[in-house]
């Protein structure tokens, strides 16, 4: 299936490792150009370099930014304007906010992962849809987490934030669908990143056992009987970004091989 990619201009934010880092490498494949952000250059330029060599493709760029500052994401956007000229595809990506309970929380918590896990979002948008509006075509994605079907115990702010993008990206999605917009959120369940080795570590430390038996636990719980990979995660992305999907909108899919129980 040819996926209509090929020199199409793909912004990939939190990008220097991770799931956003899998999706770029993954939009690479298809030809895309690619540009990668990260709060540090040198993460970030060593992901670019990285997906070139495995990619073969050398239109992979790299550009700092910190999704919790809107000065940052509006200069981001600046410097692939006066690069490329357009944006085609959006990927919308930051780290998970800080994990704990209700009571674990101050009012500089819950103001944090609004800035970082919400209107980061917003304002991301808020820059491309310009360019998208103008060319007629345009595709945003959102990583959410598993989190938008079934709250997750000990992840009270994502939980919270999360919700809220998909709202605002069911919203959005409506409105800009006669533009040729597509806007989608994908979830991760359990796949084999940073993040979930972070809580299966704070899971081991609270119950009192080891990160393996933890895992091991974890994986019995999932029908497909393993964690997922982030290539896996990627190419859910990558098909609901390309020009092969010219449907599914306003949609919240959850990529964890069959773990949850949610309808």
Not at 28 to 48: C, P, T, W
Request: hydrophobic share 40%.
């Amino acid at each position: 299936m040819d996926l209509g990619l090929k020199e199409k201009v793909v912004v990939v934010m939190a990008s220097s490792k991770g799931l956003g880092k899998a999706c770029a490498l993954e939009f690479a494949k298809e030809g895309a150009i690619v540009v990668l952000s990260s709060r540090r250059q040198e993460s970030v330029d060593a992901a670019a370099e990285e997906i070139r060599t495995e990619s073969g493709n050398e239109q992979v760029h790299a550009f700092t930014c910190d999704m919790s500052q809107a000065d940052d994401i509006k200069q981001l956007f600046h410097k692939v304007d006066e690069q490329f000229g357009r944006i085609d595809v959006l990927v919308n990506n930051t780290g998970g906010p800080k994990a704990g309970g209700f009571d674990d929380m101050s009012d500089d918590d819950w103001y944090s992962a609004f800035d970082q896990n919400l209107l980061s979002y917003i304002r991301t948008c808020r820059e491309v849809l310009p360019y998208m509006k103008g060319q007629q075509f345009g595709r945003i994605i959102n990583i959410s987490s598993s989190s938008t079907k079934e709250v997750i115990d000990g992840l009270i702010l994502s939980n919270t934030m999360r919700a809220g993008m998909v709202g605002f990206a069911k919203t959005l999605s409506r409105e800009v669908a006669g533009d040729n917009i597509l806007v989608n959120t994908v979830g991760p369940g359990k796949i084999s990143t940073d993040r979930v080795a972070e809580l299966t570590q704070a899971t081991a430390d609270r119950q009192g056992l080891s990160p393996e038996e933890v895992l091991e636990h974890t994986e019995a719980q999932i029908p497909s009987g393993r964690l997922g990979e982030p290539a896996e995660f990627a190419r859910t992305v990558v098909f609901l970004a390309s020009a092969a999907n010219s449907y599914v909108t306003g949609q919240s899919i959850v990529v964890d091989g069959g773990f949850l129980k949610a309808l």
